[in-house]
């Protein structure tokens, strides 16, 4: 008994340790996705819309994951320093000026976040300190 005691309370704290860990990381994931969804509501819908699907051949959609899965890396540039010059996503070119955001990492981070893991795209958490990695890559 004290053996099988033995084993199995270790692993019980491993277990419970494992579950406190992954609803850390939830309830981390939550906050930014909300909050990325009150500032895309605020800052980017008017152009980009509520279900991300842009503006005919003015605003591009944030829609094309394959798009937003390559530009991982730049979206925070996009966010914070607008964007200017032809693009091409989901097979069509756009060649309008995107403003720059006036937006905190911190509110880039969620932002990035909630259009990463709406429309259809399943890009996970992007925190803050990715984000300062990513604009100090800006060109």
């Not at 692993?11 to 906050?31: F, G």
């Not at 893991?117 to 925190?127: A, P, T, V, W, Y």
Request: aromatic share 8%; with cysteine.
């Amino acid at each position: 008994m004290k053996k099988a005691l033995a084993v199995f309370v270790p692993l019980l704290v491993i277990i419970v340790a494992a579950v406190s860990c992954q609803n850390q990381d939830q309830l981390e994931y939550a906050r930014y996705y909300t909050g990325g969804k009150l500032i895309y509501q605020q800052k980017c819908q008017n152009c980009h819309g509520s279900k991300g699907e842009g503006l005919s051949a003015l605003i591009p959609p944030l829609t094309d994951t394959l798009y937003l899965k390559q530009n991982k890396a730049k979206l925070a540039c996009f966010v914070q320093n607008g964007m200017s010059g032809f693009i091409r996503v989901s097979g069509k070119m756009y060649d309008n000026k995107m403003p720059p955001s006036g937006l905190s990492p911190i509110e880039i981070a969620q932002v990035v976040t909630y259009i990463g893991n709406s429309f259809g795209n399943k890009m996970r958490l992007i925190d803050v300190k990715q984000v300062e990695v990513d604009l100090k890559k800006c060109d």
